[in-house]
C-alpha cells in the first residue's frame, strides 16, 4: 500500500464547510474528546458530500481514544462490533458512530505475526475494572471475552485475516496518517478538524472530489481481497455522486468480481438495501451488471433476465427501480418489502403462473414462489424473512384488489402491507393503465374507512325536545317446574 504520500492541510477560508452544518451531537463529541485532550476528527461521507454540497445522511468521528476509553467518557456509549470495534454515542435523534485510529498494513502484519507467536489457549490476563454501561463488560478493546476471574476465553489476534487476504479482525490502533491510509476510497478518508476548522487529506482525496473520481487507496485488487463489500461500495458511491471509477479500480473489480460472496449473506443484503434505496437505483442496477457483480449475487435472477419472454427483453425490473428513485426524489419512502417486489415482481409473477399451472391453488402458488425464491437466494444474499412475509402479501394483494368491494374489503384496507400492496398496484397501472383504475377506488375505500363515523342524532320528544325515556323491560319469571314438592300438613 502506498503511503508516501504529502499530507496537505486546507485552510477554513479555502473550503465551504461551516461548522453551522455540522450536526450538534457531532459537535458536541468533538469539542468534549477535545477537551479530555484526545484528538478527533470528523471524518468519511460526512466531509465528503458536505464539500459536495450534499447533504450528509451521517456524521463519523474518528480519535485516538479507545473504545474501553469512550465508554467511561460517554454514558450514552454502546460498544458494538468485532470485525472492528466501534462505539455508537446515542442521541435522541440520531447515533453518533466513534472509532479509534486503525494501524497501517504493515504494523498490522507484524502485530499479527506477535500475537500468533504468543496465542495460548485459556491464558490468565489481568481483569480490568467493569463499568456499570457497559453493554458486554466481558468484551475488552480487542473484541477479547473474558471470564469473571479474568481469564481470556476466546485468544486470538488483534489483525487476522483469511489465507486469500481477507481481513477478518482488525482491531490494531495508530495514528491519524495511518487510519487514513487503511481507509476504502481517497474521496472518503478527508479529516475535518474542529480544532481549527480546516480540512485534512492524506491521500489525495481533494484532488479526485474535484475530478470525480472513485479511487481505491492503494492497490485496489489487496483492498477488494481484503474486503469484497467494497466493489459494491464503489458502485454505489460512484452511481450516487455521478463520478466515475477509476481505470485500476475499474480493472480490479472486473477481475475480483466473483468473490464478492465471500461476504456474509446478511452483509450483502444490507449493502444492496443501501445501492437501491439512495435515489439512483437505476444507475446502480445497470453498474452492477455492467461490472460483472450482479450476477454472483442473484445467480437465478440474472439468468431469468438474461432469457426473452415472448421475444421481448425484460425491462420491468429498469422501470421499476426508475419509479422507487422518482418516489425517493420526491421525499417519499420505500419499504424494504416494496422494493424487493418491485424489483423482483415480474420474476415472482411468472413463478406463481407456473405453480398455478400445476393445479395449486392462488394463495398456495404464492407461498410456494416466495419458498422457492427465498431458496435462491439464501446462500448470497439473505433477505430476512419479516420482508419475504410482507413481499408475499404484497403479491397476494393484488388478485384480492380486482374485487371491488368483495367479502370483508374493510379487513384489507386494515392489514399493514396494505399501504404498499396499493403502492405496487399503482406501478403496475402506470406499467399498462387499465380502463378502470383500481388504485383510486381502493385509495377513496380506505380514506372512507379511516374517516371518523358521525354519531347518530337522537329524536326529539315533546316541545322540550327531550329525549324518550327508555321503557323498562320486565322480567320473566320462571316457571316452577311441573312435578312440584307435595305441600306439608
Known amino acids: 500500500m502506498n503511503t508516501n504520500m504529502t499530507k496537505l492541510i486546507i485552510p477554513r477560508a479555502e473550503h465551504s464547510i461551516s461548522r453551522s452544518q455540522l450536526s450538534p451531537n457531532g459537535v458536541k463529541v468533538l469539542y468534549k474528546l477535545r477537551d479530555h485532550g484526545f484528538t478527533a476528527y470528523l471524518v468519511g461521507g460526512g466531509v465528503r458530500d458536505l464539500l459536495l454540497g450534499r447533504e450528509p445522511k451521517d456524521f463519523d468521528v474518528v480519535t485516538d481514544a479507545t473504545p474501553t476509553q469512550l465508554k467511561k467518557l460517554f454514558r450514552n456509549c454502546r460498544l458494538i462490533g468485532r470485525r472492528f470495534r466501534l462505539a455508537h454515542l446515542h442521541f435522541h435523534d440520531e447515533i453518533i458512530e466513534v472509532a479509534t ?48 476471574d479474568g481469564r481470556q476465553l476466546l485468544g486470538g489476534p488483534r489483525m487476522l485475516k483469511s489465507e486469500d487476504g481477507m481481513v477478518l479482525r482488525d482491531n490494531v490502533f495508530g495514528t491519524p496518517e495511518e487510519d487514513a491510509v487503511r481507509r476504502d476510497f481517497t474521496v472518503n478518508a478527508l479529516f475535518y478538524n474542529i480544532a481549527d476548522f480546516s480540512i485534512i487529506d492524506h ?34 458511491f460512484a452511481a450516487m455522486l455521478g463520478f466515475n471509477v477509476e481505470s485500476r479500480t475499474e480493472a480490479a473489480i472486473g477481475e475480483l468480481c466473483a468473490s464478492i460472496n465471500k461476504a456474509t ?94 393445479g395449486f391453488a392462488p394463495q398456495p402458488a404464492t407461498d410456494a414462489a416466495l419458498a422457492d425464491f427465498a431458496a435462491e437466494l439464501c446462500a448470497t444474499v439473505a433477505i430476512p424473512n419479516r420482508v419475504l412475509i410482507a413481499v408475499r402479501e404484497i403479491i397476494s394483494c393484488q388478485l384480492r384488489f380486482q374485487k371491488t368491494p368483495g367479502r370483508n374489503a374493510r379487513g384489507v384496507v386494515i392489514r399493514h402491507v396494505f399501504p404498499d400492496a396499493l403502492a405496487y398496484l399503482r406501478f403496475l397501472e402506470q406499467l399498462n393503465p387499465p380502463k378502470r383504475p383500481l388504485a383510486d377506488w381502493w385509495q377513496r375505500f380506505a380514506e372512507e374507512q379511516a374517516a371518523p363515523q358521525q354519531p347518530a342524532a337522537t329524536p326529539a320528544s315533546g316541545e322540550a325536545g327531550e329525549a324518550k325515556p327508555k321503557k323498562r323491560r320486565r322480567r320473566r319469571r320462571r316457571k316452577k317446574p311441573a312435578g312440584g314438592a307435595p305441600a306439608t300438613e
Open 101 to 148: 485510529f486503525r494501524a497501517g498494513a504493515d504494523s498490522n502484519a507484524a502485530e499479527a505475526d506477535d500475537d500468533a507467536e504468543n496465542e495460548l489457549p485459556e491464558q490468565p490476563v489481568a481483569p480490568e475494572a467493569p463499568s456499570d454501561a457497559a453493554l458486554d463488560p466481558a468484551l475488552d478493546d480487542l473484541g477479547t471475552r473474558h471470564g469473571r
Open 203 to 236: 491521500v489525495g482525496g481533494m484532488e479526485d472530489l474535484k475530478n470525480g473520481m472513485i479511487r481505491t487507496i492503494g492497490d485496489p485488487l489487496v483492498r477488494f481481497t481484503e474486503d469484497p463489500v467494497r466493489m459494491i461500495r464503489a458502485v454505489r
Open 265 to 358: 449473506p446478511p452483509r450483502l443484503y444490507e449493502e444492496v438495501l443501501k445501492l437501491l434505496m439512495m435515489g439512483a437505483g437505476e444507475r446502480t442496477y445497470q453498474m452492477l451488471r455492467h461490472y460483472g457483480l450482479f450476477e454472483p449475487l442473484f445467480p437465478h435472477f440474472d439468468a431469468w433476465l438474461s432469457r426473452e419472454s415472448d421475444c421481448y427483453p425484460h425491462v420491468r425490473v429498469g422501470k421499476a427501480l426508475e419509479w422507487i428513485d422518482e418516489r425517493i426524489g420526491a421525499g417519499g419512502q420505500v419499504s424494504a418489502p416494496l422494493l424487493i417486489a418491485l424489483m423482483f415482481g415480474e420474476y415472482l409473477e411468472e413463478k406463481v403462473s407456473g405453480f398455478r399451472e400445476e
